[in-house]
Structure formats: C-alpha cells, structure tokens
C-alpha cells in the first residue's frame, strides 16, 4: 500500500506579519518545502492592512499549492483593541485558504507546543529548535515562520494519527464481521 503525500500550509496569524510555511507529510516522513511571512504596511489604514495580507497569503497559495491548511488560534491579550485587530488579521488567514477551496484546521497554541516540543507553554525558542530538528532543510528566518511550519508540523502529526486510528477501527469493524459470520 503506497501511502499519500499531502502538502500543507501553515499559517501564524498577525497583523504585522503573518508567517506561513509549508511543508509535505507522507506517512511519517516530513519534508521542508518553504516558509516565510507576508507584511503589512503598519502605516496603512487597516482595510488596506488586511488587503495587504489577504493577497500575500492568496499569493503564496497559488505558488505552492497545498492541499489543507492550518491555522494558530489567536492568543487573546489583555489589550481588547490588540485582540480585536489580531482577530480580523486571523479572520483573513483563515478566508485565503477557504477562498482558495482548501479545507481549514484550526489549533490553539497549547496544543501546537505540546504536539512539537511537548510542553503545552514551551518557549517560542524551544518551537523554533524543534522545527529546525524535524525539518533539517528549514530556513525559517523569522519567529513567524517557524510558528507557521510548528502549525503545519501539528496538523500533519495530528491527521497522521487521525489516520492511524481510522485504520485501526475499520480493522477491527472486519474481524468483528468476519467472527460474526463464522
């Protein structure tokens, strides 16, 4: 049985800067594709900001061509004004890959720390070491992109294991049938 390669994006919401990375997941092996962040002009009336982002996210879809994407769950501050623009810079990322027709996962920070270093509250460092590790030809240049590919590394261990579990039960569901037709 061959096993499929699926490539996913990535995506690291923020107004500033919005990292991305993409990588392809077969089985258990995870190749390095390609990573950055799209910026917005911070002197930009916001309208214009989110443009900004939409069409770099929408960009860098149409030039790598991945087949799901994923994306971090915002961290609300204390600040409600920061919240609120942090949640329509996520409202963005989530509409370019919808857009796009691609199917969306979303994943609270926690969980992309606990599935990448093992710590649900590890450090943007420790992330950005794990990344490096499981993806050795990574270049991510910024925090942004190393968030972004932490984000695609979760979702591909997550549906892997997804994966493993809806084998295991349709096996099961095959030896129940066979044992109740002896």
Not at 31 to 36: L, P, R, S, T
Not at 78 to 103: E, F, Y
Request: proline share 3%; charged share 20%; aromatic share 4%.
């Amino acid at each position: 049985m061959t096993q499929e390669t699926i490539r996913i994006i990535g995506i690291d919401p923020g107004l500033r800067r919005t990292g991305w990375g993409v990588i392809e997941s077969c089985g258990s092996r995870l190749i390095y594709v390609a990573c950055g962040a799209v910026r917005s002009n911070e002197k930009a009336a916001l309208s214009e900001r989110l443009r900004e982002l939409h069409d770099g996210l929408a960009a860098v879809i149409s030039a790598y061509a991945p087949a799901e994407a994923a994306v971090e769950e915002t961290f609300v501050n204390r600040d409600p004004q920061s919240a609120l623009k942090l949640g329509q810079a996520r409202g963005i990322a989530l509409l370019a890959p919808a857009r796009a027709g691609l199917p969306v996962a979303e994943y609270a920070a926690n969980l992309i720390k606990k599935t990448i270093v093992g710590a649900g509250h590890a450090e943007k460092a420790q992330v950005a070491m794990m990344v490096k590790f499981l993806l050795p030809a990574s270049d991510a240049a910024s925090a942004d992109a190393a968030d972004a590919l932490a984000v695609a590394l979760t979702h591909a261990q997550l549906r892997a294991a997804a994966g493993r579990i809806s084998s295991a039960l349709a096996r099961c569901s095959r030896v129940k049938g066979e044992t109740a037709q002896s």
